[in-house]
């Protein structure tokens, strides 16, 4: 337990110190809401979701090819929202400021979002960033949880938070790397799960019981 207390503190005094001091302000209520936030979250996922399996396969690295130029864009447009965000709210005022109640939505999406995400992550043991089938895992078809009603709920919840992120820390020029965070995690889920159907057995007829992807409703 010591040592997962410490690894969270570790994650959340890096994230939290790093926006507040991009921003140049270390007394911003927005900031340090969202680093409580923040801190909540990765306690539960410490706590809560992360097995010892889980956290060995969300850092193993992706084939070379398409799959590796993709995940690199995602990462790259996420540094760069989270980056550019605080710069531009608190040093760079290019953004007109986005009004606190717009801020208070950007938390609470951001933590419904990021929750969302996790709760996808605690139920799938196979949720993994690199676009594979884990076969020296046992891997096969998650049908529980909010796998019940979406195929890729983790998806979802990650498209929700980077734009609410953006917001939260009060840029709107913050919403193009978070809007382009979001295109290429949509994308994402259509490659992962055009693959599933051809390599995972039993994914193809999860797909006829549950029908959309990510937006319920839609697709």
């Known amino acids: 337990m010591a040592i997962k207390l410490v690894r969270a503190a570790t994650i959340v005094l890096f994230i939290g110190g790093s926006l507040m001091a991009l ?6 209520p927005w900031l340090w809401s969202l680093t409580g936030t923040i801190a909540v979250l990765v306690l539960w996922v410490m706590f809560k979701v992360l097995d010892p399996d889980l956290a060995r396969e969300r850092f193993r690295p992706p084939t070379r090819g398409a799959d590796s130029t993709a995940l690199a864009w995602i990462r790259a447009s996420a540094l760069a ?4 965000a605080p710069l531009d709210a608190g040093r760079l005022h290019w953004s007109a400021a986005v009004p606190p109640a717009l801020r208070l939505i950007g938390i609470c999406g951001f933590a419904v979002g990021a929750w969302f995400t996790f709760r996808a992550m605690a139920a799938n043991r196979f949720f993994s960033p690199v676009v594979r089938v884990q ?3 046992g891997h096969h078809v ?12 983790g998806y979802l919840g990650m498209a929700v938070f980077a734009p609410m992120a953006a917001l939260a820390l009060g840029s709107w020029w913050a919403l193009i790397p978070a809007g382009l965070y979001a295109m290429l995690i949509l994308r994402r889920a259509a490659v992962e799960d055009r693959f599933l159907h051809g390599h995972l057995p039993g994914y193809a007829e ?7 992807r990510v937006l319920p409703g839609i697709w």
């Open 23 to 28: 921003a140049g302000d270390w007394r911003s």
């Open 81 to 84: 929202l989270w980056v550019f």
């Open 135 to 137: 076969s020296e895992r």
């Open 142 to 153: 998650i049908d529980t949880g909010p796998y019940r009603s979406l195929r890729h709920p």
């Open 206 to 212: 999860y797909a006829t019981r549950v029908r959309f």
